[in-house]
């Protein structure tokens, strides 16, 4: 009995956030609101807070949510023996997945809500995700936590710029493995001398 009241909260929970995106998608991250949202999911506001305690919380679920996401789809890559193709192919996947749907590149990938962080327990599939491509980039010969930083840097900076100045198309991200081998080839240059 135990389990079918946790799978139904599960299942209320899931349906919840998958609501919250839909109502961010269509007026943005920072415009969520629970009465709306509460109003979506046929709930009366009062009722959300069974769910989540305050709307940082419900945010944290979307992060939370969104992160599992992206992981998922980090690890149906097929698997590459070169190290820097399967460094290239995870960040593009990581900034098609970013391009695809604003609400949740925001949430992800920036601080778009004034006083909310996402806290300690919405982090742990974030983290795989920065581990995994930390391990590529060491297989690829980038160890140096300041080239890390550049990396991500670059990907980001190319997300940003592609989503504000060409949305829709592939202006700036055309050249993901272009920026990635540039970075590659100065690091490595760098470690060897």
């Given at each position: 009995?135990?389990g079918k009241v946790?799978d139904?909260?599960q299942?209320?929970v899931?349906?919840?956030?998958a609501?919250?995106?839909?109502?961010?998608r269509?007026?943005?991250?920072?415009?969520?609101?629970?009465?709306?949202?509460?109003?979506?999911v046929?709930?009366?506001q009062?009722?959300?807070y069974?769910?989540?305690?305050?709307?940082h919380?419900?945010y944290?679920?979307?992060?939370?949510d969104?992160n599992r996401q992206?992981?998922?789809r980090?690890?149906?890559l097929?698997?590459?023996?070169?190290?820097?193709?399967a460094?290239?192919?995870?960040m593009?996947?990581?900034?098609?997945?970013?391009?695809?749907?604003?609400?949740?590149?925001?949430?992800?990938?920036?601080?778009?809500?004034?006083g909310?962080?996402?806290?300690?327990?919405?982090y742990?599939?974030a983290e795989?995700?920065?581990?995994?491509?930390?391990?590529?980039?060491?297989?690829?010969?980038?160890?140096?936590?300041?080239?890390?930083?550049c990396?991500?840097?670059?990907?980001?900076?190319?997300?940003?710029?592609?989503?504000?100045?060409d949305?829709?198309g592939?202006?700036?991200?055309?050249?993901?493995?272009?920026?990635?081998?540039?970075?590659?080839?100065?690091?490595?240059?760098r470690?060897?001398?």
């Open positions: 009995m135990i946790a139904r909260r299942a209320k899931a349906t919840i956030v609501a919250a995106w839909g109502l961010a269509v007026n943005g991250i920072g415009a969520v609101s629970l009465r709306a949202l509460a109003r979506e046929g709930m009366r009062p009722s959300l069974e769910y989540f305690d305050s709307k919380a419900l944290d679920a979307m992060f939370a969104g992206l992981l998922e980090l690890e149906a097929p698997p590459d023996q070169d190290p820097r193709r460094l290239k192919s995870f593009r996947t990581l900034a098609d997945f970013a391009l695809e749907d604003d609400a949740r590149h925001a949430l992800l990938f920036q601080r778009p809500i004034p909310y962080e996402p806290g300690p327990e919405a742990p599939d795989r995700v920065l581990g995994r491509a930390v391990e590529l980039m060491a297989a690829a010969g980038v160890d140096d936590p300041g080239d890390v930083d990396i991500v840097a670059v990907v980001g900076g190319l997300i940003d710029a592609q989503t504000s100045n949305p829709g592939d202006r700036w991200v055309r050249h993901l493995d272009r920026l990635i081998d540039l970075h590659l080839d100065d690091a490595n240059r470690s060897t001398r």
